[in-house]
Each structure stands twice: as C-alpha cells, then as structure tokens.
C-alpha cells in the first residue's frame, strides 16, 4: 500500500478552511450589493459636492506671502550661466517671490558655478548655492542655508524647481525675519 504524498489532499478530507472563505466572500459580495450607499442618487450627489476643487497651479500673489529675493551669480560656465538665469526667469514668473534688486530685506541665493571637467566644460558643473538674509545692503548678511551638487545639462530644470523649492521653505522657516 503506497501512502500519498503530502502535497496530494483526497477530495473526500474536509478542508476547514473552504467554507470560512466562502461565507466571508458572500458577505462582502452581499455588503456591497445591498448596501444603502450604493445606487443612492443623493449620496452620489452629495460625493461629488464633497469631492475637492481643482487647484490652480499658481496661487494667487500674497503680499504677505511673496518673498523678495535677488540672485547672484559667480562663474564663467555656460552651463552655471543657464542655472542662473532659469533661476532668475523662475523667480520672476512665480506669484511666491518677487525677484528684486532693490535696498529692502530679502533672500539672497548666491550661486558658484564651475565647469566639473576644465578640459570638457560641457559635460557637468559643479555649484555651489548659499541662502543668505540680508536686511539691507549696509548690513551683515546672515546665513540660512547651502547646498553644493553638481549638474549636467539634462538636470538644470529640475534643480531650478529644487532650489526655487528649498527657497520657499527657507522663506517660510525665516519668515519672522521680514517682519
């Protein structure tokens, strides 16, 4: 007599488990059929009401949101070159700051650029950006933040968005500053 192995189950041994899964598959089925939130032309309405409004992707200019910023850059690469005025352009179209080289308390975003490779100044850029406050241009400028990377031609938009980003949480976390 050959024994079965242990993977082979008769059709005749009970499974326990079968009729939990069944009963628990039929109540959900039956919970989603009969349930008083479905085919309700009320509650679908109201849903919808409840569903959020579609944001504009620029927000309204603040004037007490809008940070005045400047930025200043050092570097001879065209590349650092690029990132400098993307940056600026950035500032400029955004309703969050207000690009500015005026005598008035603002965030300065010194940028330092330089070619990765001085043989190849077209492969990379190594930068340097430093977040200052400056209440005047008479006064002490006061650091806030740095940050050093590098960049190739493909990544200048998205470390525009990242800086004009880091930007605006400096200006929210120094906010006290301007007042």
Avoid: C
Wanted: aromatic share 8%; no cysteine; proline share 8%.
């Amino acid at each position: 007599m050959s024994r079965p192995s242990p993977l082979y189950i008769p059709a005749s041994r009970p499974r326990p488990w079968a009729r939990l899964l069944l009963s628990v598959s039929l109540f959900l089925i039956a919970a989603a059929l009969f349930s008083p939130l479905a085919g309700s032309p009320v509650l679908a309405a109201q849903a919808a009401d409840a569903a959020p409004k579609a944001v504009a992707d620029k927000p309204a200019p603040g004037v007490d949101r809008a940070v005045q910023v400047a930025v200043e850059h050092e570097g001879t690469d065209s590349l650092g070159a690029r990132l400098a005025f993307r940056l600026k352009d950035t500032f400029n179209s955004s309703s969050l700051f207000v690009l500015s080289e005026k005598d008035a308390p603002k965030i300065r975003v010194l940028l330092s650029t330089m070619p990765e490779f001085p043989s190849r100044p077209s492969v990379g850029s190594a930068y340097s950006v430093v977040w200052v406050f400056s209440q005047s241009e008479g006064t002490l400028r006061h650091y806030l933040a740095r940050e050093v990377g590098v960049v190739t031609a493909e990544g200048v938009e998205d470390l525009v968005a990242h800086i004009a980003e880091r930007t605006d949480g400096i200006s929210v976390r120094y906010g006290y500053l301007f007042q």
